[in-house]
């Protein structure tokens, strides 16, 4: 078919500009609307020194037909592995949706590269609203994944009947509701955590917590709204005292200041004259408490009974912001000691393992420290599925929720995903490749007394801490609604396929691994 003039027309506008936009089109609207949500765009123009990246073969037939014949075989070839699971670890990526994951690819390379995780045989999508919202938080959905119900928004281990921030609904204990690694301790197995975060944030809190109120962290801050005879014992004590939290057998993470009072330490936040660290330290002369990586590298754990590291008075730092002398270990360093500990229980263990601070760099439209938190977090995954076997060990990995984080704009092979789309607005400005729809960073990219989008490659100067473009002003960004992806190797690993409500992930862990009083393979 003859293309006709305008086509000429349309192949010289785009040589002629080294900053291109769509040319006006001179077809139908509807041939007008189809070129514009999918241009040929034009080839950029030479850099020094740069050069495209090209992965040798993608322009043949015979590379993607055999990579497709290698899927079919290992998926005919593979069959479900239904041995009782001994151990399970549950890894959560907070905030780590779809395009998370694949932005963070190109990280390790290329688009074409897969996270450790994303090479595990089985996967799929679990739904993550709420009782109340269609949008959930990280408290709410630690209910569903550990707990196998759904309850309102900020509130954790707790039943749908329990509002926010309520001060006498909750104290019914009927409200409720208890985690996996409950079931697990009372099948004679050993339970654990691990996070970038406070241990009394919210996702980690879900192992051990029942409490109407995500940010009652410390009694200071229950007395704030319930007054201090409510009755309401705080996260930080229901992890030290409580029936779940008193018996994890390794707890690391960040959060020393909801554990000990004001008039104790600077840094404490208590006000009931606990120092709940000590008390641990106290428990037993096997109990092992570190605050360092020296100090965490040194324990024998053969000679000790729990666990306990906390290795800031807040979250951890960013991997990205740490140095030599922080002295703070990775998440795969605390994931090897984890299972290395865990190990000994003759019976298996449930260790629950989060890759936190994803979620809080997305807060603040920090894509680069967010997709390095994934790295990171990928990190510990492959570690674990080194130092166990599939054969007794059911590895699951998922996240909470999403973001409202955008992956966008026809950019080039090779090119850097931290940089611009090669296509300009109709302001003349480019755009970004990675974007949010909402979030702190708006007036950074919006002149609001012009009434202008600023150049954003003007912005984004390469630094760590750079924030990305933001479409709506807001204190922190979002979180998105978007389902998320479910992982699973090992035992049972097959029936984590399909698309389920994200409450249905504890009851598929428990059967694989005979917990808990519903369906499981022991019952069958």
Same mark, same amino acid.
């Given at each position: 078919?003859?293309? !006709?003039?305008?086509?000429a027309?349309?192949?010289?506008?785009?040589?002629?500009?080294?900053?291109?936009?769509?040319?006006?089109?001179?077809?139908?609207?509807?041939?007008?609307? $189809?070129?514009?949500?999918?241009?040929?765009?034009?080839?950029p123009?030479?850099?020094? !020194?740069?050069? #495209?990246?090209?992965?040798?073969?993608?322009?043949?037939?015979?590379?993607?037909?055999?990579?497709?014949?290698?899927?079919?075989?290992?998926?005919?070839?593979?069959?479900?592995?239904?041995?009782?699971?001994?151990?399970?670890?549950?890894?959560?990526?907070?905030?780590?949706?779809?395009?998370?994951?694949? /932005?963070?690819?190109?990280?390790?390379?290329?688009e +074409?590269?897969?996270?450790?995780?994303?090479?595990?045989?089985?996967?799929?999508?679990?739904?993550?609203?709420?009782?109340?919202?269609?949008?959930?938080?990280?408290?709410?959905?630690?209910?569903?994944?550990?707990?196998?119900?759904?309850g309102?928004?900020?509130?954790?281990?707790?039943?749908?009947?329990?509002?926010?921030?309520?001060?006498?609904? #909750?104290?019914d +204990?009927?409200?409720?509701?208890?985690?996996?690694?409950?079931?697990?301790?009372?099948?004679?197995?050993?339970?654990?955590?691990?996070?970038?975060?406070?241990?009394?944030?919210?996702?980690?809190? !879900?192992?051990?917590?029942?409490?109407?109120?995500?940010?009652?962290?410390?009694?200071?801050?229950? /007395?704030?709204?319930?007054? =201090?005879?409510?009755?309401?014992?705080?996260?930080?004590?229901?992890?030290?005292r409580?029936?779940?939290?008193?018996?994890?057998?390794?707890?690391?993470?960040?959060?020393?200041k909801?554990?000990?009072?004001?008039?104790?330490?600077?840094?404490?936040?208590?006000?009931?004259?606990?120092?709940?660290?000590?008390?641990?330290?106290?428990?037993?002369?096997?109990?092992a408490?570190?605050?360092? %990586?020296? +100090?965490?590298?040194?324990?024998?754990?053969? $000679?000790?009974?729990?666990?306990?590291?906390?290795?800031? $008075?807040?979250?951890?730092?960013?991997?990205?912001?740490?140095?030599?002398?922080?002295?703070?270990?990775t998440?795969?360093?605390?994931?090897?000691? =984890?299972? +290395?500990?865990?190990?000994?229980?003759?019976?298996?263990?449930?260790?629950?393992?989060?890759?936190?601070?994803?979620?809080?760099?997305?807060?603040?439209?920090?894509?680069?420290m967010?997709?390095n938190?994934?790295? $990171?977090?990928?990190?510990?995954?492959?570690?674990?599925?080194?130092?166990?076997?599939?054969?007794?060990?059911?590895?699951?990995?998922?996240?909470?929720?999403?973001?409202?984080?955008?992956?966008?704009?026809?950019?080039?092979?090779?090119?850097?995903?931290?940089?611009?789309?090669?296509?300009?607005?109709?302001?003349?400005?480019?755009? #970004?490749?990675?974007?949010?729809?909402?979030?702190?960073?708006?007036?950074?990219?919006?002149?609001?007394?012009?009434?202008?989008?600023?150049?954003?490659?003007?912005?984004?100067?390469?630094?760590?801490?750079?924030?990305?473009?933001?479409?709506?002003?807001?204190?922190?960004?979002?979180?998105?609604?978007?389902?998320?992806?479910?992982?699973? %190797?090992?035992?049972?690993s097959?029936?984590?396929?399909?698309?389920?409500?994200?409450?249905?992930?504890?009851?598929? #862990?428990?059967?694989?691994?005979?917990l808990?009083?519903?369906?499981?393979?022991?019952?069958?």
């Amino acid at each position: 078919m003859s293309r !006709g003039p305008n086509a000429a027309l349309v192949v010289v506008l785009l040589l002629a500009s080294s900053c291109w936009s769509a040319p006006e089109c001179g077809r139908s609207t509807e041939q007008c609307h $189809e070129r514009q949500m999918h241009p040929d765009l034009p080839e950029p123009e030479p850099v020094s !020194g740069r050069k #495209m990246r090209v992965v040798e073969g993608e322009d043949t037939n015979a590379y993607w037909r055999q990579q497709g014949i290698d899927f079919v075989q290992q998926k005919v070839s593979s069959e479900p592995n239904k041995r009782q699971a001994k151990n399970v670890i549950l890894f959560l990526g907070d905030g780590m949706g779809v395009t998370t994951t694949s /932005a963070s690819r190109n990280l390790l390379g290329g688009e +074409e590269k897969s996270l450790s995780f994303e090479n595990f045989p089985y996967s799929g999508l679990s739904k993550t609203y709420s009782v109340d919202k269609i949008v959930p938080d990280s408290a709410c959905t630690a209910t569903a994944y550990l707990c196998g119900v759904k309850g309102q928004e900020g509130t954790i281990g707790v039943n749908g009947q329990v509002p926010r921030t309520d001060c006498t609904v #909750m104290l019914d +204990e009927s409200t409720h509701v208890d985690s996996i690694a409950k079931w697990a301790m009372d099948a004679g197995k050993w339970a654990g955590l691990v996070t970038t975060t406070r241990v009394t944030h919210a996702s980690p809190s !879900g192992v051990y917590a029942h409490i109407a109120e995500r940010d009652w962290e410390n009694d200071a801050e229950v /007395a704030g709204d319930c007054g =201090a005879d409510s009755g309401i014992r705080d996260i930080a004590y229901q992890l030290a005292r409580g029936e779940v939290g008193s018996k994890l057998k390794v707890i690391m993470g960040g959060g020393r200041k909801h554990f000990v009072d004001a008039s104790l330490a600077s840094w404490g936040k208590r006000n009931d004259g606990l120092d709940l660290i000590e008390e641990f330290q106290l428990g037993s002369a096997k109990n092992a408490y570190v605050t360092t %990586l020296d +100090e965490l590298n040194a324990v024998n754990l053969a $000679e000790t009974d729990r666990l306990l590291g906390l290795f800031n $008075e807040d979250h951890l730092q960013y991997r990205m912001e740490t140095t030599e002398d922080s002295q703070q270990p990775t998440l795969e360093q605390m994931t090897r000691k =984890a299972i +290395e500990y865990m190990s000994q229980s003759e019976n298996g263990y449930f260790l629950f393992i989060e890759g936190g601070r994803i979620d809080q760099a997305h807060h603040i439209n920090q894509a680069r420290m967010a997709l390095n938190e994934t790295i $990171e977090f990928s990190k510990a995954i492959a570690a674990a599925q080194e130092l166990t076997s599939e054969d007794d060990t059911l590895l699951v990995v998922t996240a909470d929720h999403s973001h409202v984080f955008t992956y966008a704009g026809y950019g080039y092979r090779g090119e850097d995903i931290f940089g611009a789309a090669p296509v300009t607005g109709h302001d003349g400005h480019p755009y #970004m490749v990675l974007s949010y729809a909402n979030g702190p960073s708006y007036e950074n990219f919006y002149d609001t007394v012009t009434k202008e989008r600023k150049d954003p490659t003007t912005v984004v100067k390469g630094e760590h801490d750079d924030e990305f473009p933001s479409g709506v002003p807001i204190d922190m960004d979002s979180h998105g609604g978007d389902d998320v992806p479910v992982f699973a %190797l090992g035992p049972w690993s097959n029936l984590f396929t399909g698309v389920y409500e994200q409450s249905t992930i504890p009851h598929l #862990m428990a059967y694989a691994s005979c917990l808990g009083d519903g369906h499981t393979m022991c019952s069958s």
